[in-house]
């Protein structure tokens, strides 16, 4: 299981930080990658990035310049960080897990929702 | 990278059957066979439903299929029924570690 954690307000032009927490498994299996995916409202879905339990990380090029996601395995749990936050970043934010075989994002977790507003 | 195009909604009455098209280009869609859809119930996880185009998961009904033609993938939903209402997104793998989505059909049950 899947599990987002983190504030559900941000300011304009501060630091977006969720920790997603892995449950019922080790954040260093082989074959898995440990993603971020966002739905601002009324929108679709938007894969912001991966890592690897190794701390390889892919980032959305739309994305790149602001967003650091990080690998804790000691707490196994994988975090995101965006900074320079706006109302455009105003989503609901969900972890997932992506599996190498088959490629799919086979476990989500709920999501949390983070509004950008002063 | 756009996002995949689909409708924004479609909808059918119990026991039809619908089909949900998810638009993408030569580099994601038509390039890959790592298209995959999932269903969306709001406040809920999104579920896998189809992967690689046409593989079900366990314990998804073989009512859900899914489909691939050039760069436009297609997941169909026969015998429907009132749970199949939800939220659709279709998912391409997009080469260097890239994925997209679709923006979403709405799928209503009438």
Not at chain 1, 47 to 72: A, C, E, M
Request: charge should be positive; charged fraction near 15%; aromatic fraction near 10%.
């Amino acid at each position: 299981q899947l599990q987002e954690s983190g504030p559900g307000l941000v300011k304009p032009s501060e630091t977006l930080s969720l920790t997603c927490i892995v449950s019922g498994g080790s954040i260093t299996s082989v074959n898995y990658y440990w993603v971020w995916i966002r739905q601002p409202p009324g929108k679709g879905l938007e894969w912001i990035g991966n890592i690897y339990s190794s701390g390889r990380t892919y980032y959305n090029p739309s994305l790149k310049s602001r967003v650091t996601i990080s690998v804790d395995t000691s707490k196994n749990q994988f975090s995101l960080s965006m900074n320079s936050v706006t109302a455009a970043d105003t989503a609901v934010y969900y972890c997932a897990r992506l599996s190498a075989m088959p490629r799919v994002f086979d476990i989500w977790g709920q999501g949390t929702m983070v509004t950008v507003s002063s | 990278q756009s996002a995949l195009t689909q409708p924004p909604s479609a909808s059918g009455s119990p026991g039809q059957s619908v089909t949900i098209s998810c638009t993408g280009t030569s580099s994601d869609v038509g390039g890959y066979s790592y298209v995959s859809w999932y269903q969306h119930h709001p406040g809920k996880a999104p579920k896998l439903m189809i992967y690689e185009v046409t593989k079900r998961p366990s314990g998804v009904p073989d009512r859900f299929s899914g489909s691939k033609s050039g760069n436009t993938a297609s997941l169909t939903v026969s015998g429907l029924q009132a749970e199949d209402e939800a939220d659709y997104y279709c998912c391409s793998y997009a080469g260097n570690n890239y994925w997209v989505f679709g923006g979403g059909t709405k799928l209503t049950v009438l």
